[in-house]
């Protein structure tokens, strides 16, 4: 059974800085795509950013590019993503996402159909 545990949400202040976890467990994620999405009240879920556990390659939406960065640690089982200048509008419900059963192209990663496992999602509140 893969698990996802998200932590490190909080409120911070336009312009801060915040990071969030995901740990990672169930299964060998040698081969996964870890993506991050985040959902605010009101809106559909939206992709931020995913990481090739494999290889390391990123992708980022555009609102987030040059602001966020996404990391992993292959001993720890945890996919990371630093997040700097924050918005207001970056506010929201952060969510894991783990894609593993199958390759899937990059743009089936970039929507919530392309992930198989998901976690529970952290709070990130930007206030202005």
């Known amino acids: 059974q893969v698990q996802l545990v998200e932590s490190g949400g909080g409120l911070v202040q336009a312009g801060g800085s915040l990071s969030l976890s995901c740990a990672a467990s169930g299964q060998t994620f040698s081969n996964a795509v870890m993506g991050w999405f985040r959902q605010a009240p009101g809106q559909e879920r939206e992709f931020v950013t995913f990481?090739?556990?494999?290889?390391?390659?990123?992708y980022f939406a555009d609102s987030v590019k040059g602001r966020f960065t996404i990391s992993r640690d292959n001993v720890k089982n945890i996919v990371y993503l630093q997040m700097s200048s924050l918005k207001p509008n970056d506010t929201g419900v952060y969510y894991c996402?783990?894609?593993?059963?199958?390759?899937?192209?990059?743009?089936?990663?970039?929507?919530?159909?392309?992930?198989?496992?998901w976690g529970q999602g952290t709070q990130v509140t930007v206030s202005s």
């Open positions: 996402a783990a894609s593993v059963r199958f390759l899937r192209p990059m743009e089936a990663l970039q929507t919530t159909a392309g992930y198989d496992y």
């Open positions: 990481i090739r556990w494999r290889g390391g390659s990123k």
